[in-house]
């Protein structure tokens, strides 16, 4: 096994051992990066010199003995949505691809506090929009078990990124499926937290009241420990919750006696091919064989998800989005006539097909006359949505779903069907309605594929998850690494 | 055909809290362009808002003094428009649930009659930055008044003549001043008044349509565009032709508005509620611990200026508008003994050299002790009332203090029996025609042989003495 190959905790160990530096971390990782993100193309940008500077400090911390977080010295890399202080932030879109922040997002404070080396932005679709990074303005991201194919998204860049072996984790965002699903199509760990558990203050929005950060990552331990480095109440974000820290780690138990688990029915309908539908039923029956119990349920209002969805994040994100007018920072066009032109032309040539469709579908959907038939009545179904999962939750401990319907597709298969790609994300987005805790772990293979298992959880409950996660992954050998 | 004016305004007045409605910048007037904004208010990409508390406890205040009811639970709308000045493209205001609504002013008229104009809300939300128009082709954006907190006002359309409007806003100013929430003023765009006005015929058969008028700098520009509005409308009316329903702006070199744009096709701001914002809710704890805080309001005050110190309610009425005057009028009730005396130097003298100088109560060179001096003097006849008038005046201009004044300007009155008679008999000698008319009844001769002797005297004796003495003589 390579360096790169290894975790989180892995590395962590042989730091804290000394039988290996931070900067020859940064350098296996750069020359990791080198081997393949000509195939991969997972970044966007990439700070080496700053990398090797920062685990020389590191390095010098270790030999002094000084106490330090998981992260100390470890190469992570984090999604083009969250702002970095004086380095671009491009949310992969014209629009602001010459955008340079002046604050850093709290994340970033996070991850630096726990010694994290941050090594560059990785790709993504535009503003978050999308499920393959096919939506970047600047580049396509290949999974890295099959390049023909897309390593799903928004967050295929850092999905990608740890896949390959090119960092050791990452940062991603989750609107509707963005971190999980990825995750699911490249077989590793991915975690959408709680709504409100991680600060979004600077992360670019795409809809506010769905958008959650959260780590992608080889195995769950190391989940855990970058989820700890990222939860907690941040002053700076009102909707994030002032909650006791929670020790993540903790969780990292292998047993699920007694667990019961809820497997709504609706997420193994149409739409969801009957491999990934035979392959969940058979991780179910493992954590039966662990000593949990599951029991089929029915959460009546999902098939309203995605209907539901696509009226609250476009609306969202229309408001969202107005602030790139070119005024104060992003694409200007170079010739207008007046103020409206010049908003006209800056925001034509700035975004990029599918940012404008959702852009158009939102401001169409707040329009006064069409509030109470859209936006109004989308409110309320959320809340049945909601209560589905409460309710759920009265009976089961979590509830098990595939985290996509399908394995990977191939890169340019649904460019031209912006309807079938909506539909990649139709097991994830009713999580981020309810605002629930999910996490996406490898569950198996179809066609050589790695396909992922969702775990769900109540409300702030991420160390059931966690715990059922851990239990899976210790039991199986799903855990694998691509080769390229 | 007779008709009737109705208007209602649209206040806007920013918050004095130190720092914005949303982050921790400073909300001063007049620092240098974009030296007063971060992240948050600048709305770059990732920043959020969070609420100032203060901006809460503010708003509520007003409420309470406005006899609003306060909402238990309110929340944050975004409403969406395009703006250069706007930075997130869109305001974060209140929509559905303003956080204080059905509130009242009552007015006193001249006529001594009382009116309730109604309140139909008060909402908070972030101001928006300043564009600077005018520079070659170029327009440029100053951010320092981005974010800072606002409440809006809005009345029910019961205010019917410009009388109406002024006494309005003079209760509404004075209460937000005596309240502290906002420095109230018109020049620094930190009380800002839009009026939205037409006319019904009395007999309700013919309406205009409504006209609003923005760009309002004075209470006299709003007094002076509801009167021109009015007859704008009704001339329409008369002449069987009607308003268009449009924004308009005040011009006050032309004293006239100007028609701005057409609202033939209402703005559509596409309000949502505010995703990034908890909604509030609002304890009874919370409202009474405010209401418990309130100070002393100007109606009250007003009522307590005429019963303790028994001065007319106009008096009473322009010392509480003001409220630093109030207080300065009760610091020189505390130290002299006359109210009246205090009330009609106040409103005579000392208002009319403040207007005609520009000058505030901040700015005055004299202290309010040296003030009481003079009236002292006054009142003991040290000098005379004249007298008293220069060394004000002096005092008004210099700083110099008032016994000093006296003594260099030589306006010692002379009380002295024998001095005033020798001058008296000089002029009495001098006027023999004059003594006639006296006794015939003519008082007006009284006067003028008083004005003579005064003259004699340098202006320096006892004008009540001399003028005793003259009679005495006559009679």
Redesign the interface.
Known sequence: MEIYDLTIHEVRDLLKKKKITSVALVEKVFERIEAVEEDVASFLALYKEEALEKAEVMDAKYAAGEPLGDLAGIPIAVKDNMCTIDKNTTCASKMLENFVPPYDATVIKKLEDEGAIIIGKTNMDEFAMGSSTENSAFQVSRNPWNLDYVPGGSSGGSAAAVTAGEVFGALGSDTGGSIRQPAALCGIVGIKPTYGLVSRYGLVAFASSLDQIGPLSKDVEDAAIMLNAIAGHDERDSTSVPKKKINYKKALVNDVKGMKIGVPKEYFGEGVTPKVKELIYKALDRLVELGAEYEEISLPYTEYSLPTYYIIAPAECSSNLARFDGIRYGHRAETFEGIDDLYTKSRNQGFGEEVKRRIMIGTHSLASGYYDAYYNRAMKVRTLIRDDFDKAFEKFDCIITPTAPDKAFKIGEKTDDPLAMYMSDICTVPINIAGVPAISIPAGFVDGMPIGMQIIGQHFDEETIIKVAYTFEQNTDFNKRATL | MEFKTIVGLEIHSELKTKSKIFCSCTTEFGGDVNTQCC?VC??????????NKKVLDYAIKAGLAFECDIASHSKMD?K?Y?Y?DL????QISQYDLPLCSNGKITIEKSDGTTKDIGLIRIHIEEDTGKSLHGLKEVSL?DYNRSGVGLIEIVTHPDIETPEEAVLFLDELKATLEYLEVSDVKMEQGSLRCDVNINVVAKDGSIKSRISEIKNLNSFKAVQKSIDYEAHRHTELLKAGKNSEKDTRRWDSDKNKTVFMRSKQHVE?Y???PE????DFEISDEWIQEIREKLPELPKAKKERFVKEFDIPAYDAQVLVNDKKLAHYFEALCADFNDPKLISNWIMTEMLRRMNLEEVTLDELKFEEKDLVILFKQIAENKISNNAGKKVFRKMFETGEKPLALIESMGLKQISDDDFIEELVTEVLEENPDAIEDIKNGKDRAIGYLVGQVMKKSKGKANPQMVSQMIKDHCL
Not at chain 2, 42 to 51: A, E
Not at chain 2, 87 to 90: D, E, H, I, L, P
Not at chain 2, 275 to 278: F, G, L, S
């Open positions: 992240p600048m709305g770059f990409p990732g920043s959020l808002p969070v609420v975004r969406n395009f250069p930075v997130k493209a869109y954006l559509d596409r309000y949502f995703p990034d914002i908890v």
